[in-house]
């Protein structure tokens, strides 16, 4: 978790009144924060104790609506820097998902919190969602732009006129404004994209200027962070570079490969602005699948060497160090001993389906299809281990079946995750005849058979509803 040593922060401080009345309910809440620092959410986790209380104390340089995260369900206060909230609420369970809901903020907090809602939805849904309506589909990027850029200023008429008919507070005026503007620029920068040439987006987008593109005073609304992160890769992508390799170790080469990337993205701008794009580089790649002990040793002294603002310099640091304990911790993983790991090569998909029925003859079967790269696959290996223990000893077998993913990773996230199960590496052609038979088109995608080996959904559903544990009840002939 980070927590760096800025002066800035802010303090959410709450407390869930009827957690234990759950005997299973999760320990643990997360606040999610826009940071245009890693181009990416930046997420804290706390601990929620014996009487339901929970405090996030994190490092704030900008007012900024957040997610805070409770299992299945979510809430967005709008938090300021060197400020104080405190918040009570209770959960409910739905199958084996929790949700928070009655929330109530301190008088304060509660105010702003309506108050902003109110503005949110009158910006996003009645002035740029009514307006996105009537625009026609056949409009070129520059009659697209011009309407757009006419509509910029209908809507901050518009706001000014509501800013002094509603007296909004400074906060609440900024974020309209700048909702309005980034969105509006957003939705032209994704229109250029059907220029295939650089240069004729160039030429459309010459409106943004460099005070418009990189302002400090925008940050407080998430549209401006999806409009940067679009203005980066629309007009500047990354220039690749060669290297020589001759005589070099891995390392040199690698070390060399990292250098010239930062170095590519400090000339593309200035000071702090040089810093962020570097510091995207760097999240991304750290935060890939498999990542070596000695790779986060060179971003490590790559980031000590070029990075100079304290909150990024940090913030990559501790990441660092967080990643490195998770290698720590997945190296001294085994395999747990109820997991059964199988490959078969020389089958076809076809085949391998008849092996897993004919193995779990009389047993209703719920097959789980993902692969290793697949964050919501993962996120939801949870919910099925509960279902484990929730049929432990009876007639059902889970069966995992991962397509498009190396064996080695393969093995990681299993480990990494200790799911228990049987589980099956497709390759490529074995995963393709299954997307047939079972017509899977997004992943993960769950199968459930019944104890006389047909199939009685090929899209079941996820393992943290309600409705699969009564499908499955209903299976086994359970009340």
């Known amino acids: 978790m980070f927590y760096p040593e800025v002066e800035q922060r802010s303090v959410i401080i709450g407390h869930i009144t009827n957690i234990n009345e759950f005997s299973d309910a999760p320990r643990n809440i997360e606040l999610q924060v ?45 938090i300021f820097p060197n400020d104080t909230l405190t918040m009570k609420c209770e959960i409910e369970k739905d199958g084996f998902k929790f949700r928070i809901k009655n929330v109530g903020f301190d008088s304060k907090h509660d105010k702003f919190q309506k108050e902003f809602f109110k503005q949110h939805e009158w910006i996003h849904y009645n002035q740029l969602g009514n307006f996105r309506d009537t625009l026609s589909i056949e409009l070129t990027p520059e009659q697209y ?43 032209i920068l994704r229109k250029s994209k059907e220029l295939e040439k650089l240069e ?32 980066n890769f629309t007009l ?67 980031i000590q060497e070029r990075f100079t603002e304290i909150y990024i310099r940090q913030l990559l640091l501790s990441m660092c160090k967080q990643i490195n304990q998770k290698v720590d911790e997945t190296e001294n993983l085994s395999i747990p001993k109820d997991a059964i790991l199988s490959k078969y090569e020389s089958n076809s998909g076809e085949e391998i ?39 432990n000893n009876e007639n059902i077998t889970f069966v995992y079946l991962c397509c498009r993913s190396s064996e080695e990773n393969w093995k990681n996230v299993i480990k990494r995750h200790q799911v228990i199960g049987t589980h099956i590496l497709l390759n490529q052609k074995q995963n393709d005849e299954l997307q047939t038979m079972f017509s899977i088109d997004a992943l993960p995608q769950f199968v459930l058979i019944d104890s006389d080996g047909k199939i009685v959904n090929n899209h079941a559903p996820k393992p943290d509803s309600e409705e699969i544990l009564n499908d499955i009840k209903k299976l086994l002939k359970r009340k």
């Open 34 to 78: 826009d940071d245009i620092t890693i181009d990416y959410p930046q997420m804290f986790k706390t601990e929620i104790n014996e009487n339901g209380d929970f405090k996030f104390d994190i490092p704030l340089f900008h007012s900024i609506n957040t997610y805070l995260s409770y299992d299945d369900g979510r809430i967005t206060p709008y």
């Open 145 to 187: 732009k011009n309407q757009l850029l006419d509509f910029e200023q209908v809507i901050l008429n518009r706001i000014k006129y509501k800013i002094e008919k509603d007296s909004l507070n400074e906060s609440l005026s900024n974020y309209l404004i700048n909702s309005a503007k980034y969105s509006l620029y957003g939705d």
């Open 200 to 231: 004729e987006r160039k030429q459309l987008l010459s409106f943004l200027a460099d005070s418009v593109v990189f302002n400090n005073e925008a940050m407080l609304t998430a549209s401006y962070n999806t409009f940067l992160n679009s203005y």
């Open 236 to 302: 500047e992508p990354r220039e690749g570079f060669g290297i020589e390799t001759n005589g070099k170790t891995k390392e040199q080469v690698q070390w060399e490969m990292m250098n010239g990337l930062i170095e590519n993205d400090f000339k593309r701008r200035d000071r702090i602005w040089a810093e962020f794009l570097g510091a995207t580089f760097v999240y991304n790649s750290i935060s890939k699948d498999r990542i070596t002990q000695s790779e986060i040793n060179l971003y490590t002294r790559l």
């Open 353 to 391: 389906f008849s092996k897993i029925i004919e193995n779990n003859k009389g047993k209703v079967i719920y097959v789980d299809i993902w692969a290793t790269w697949c964050s919501p696959c993962i996120k939801l290996f949870n919910h099925s281990q509960r279902m484990h223990e929730m049929f």
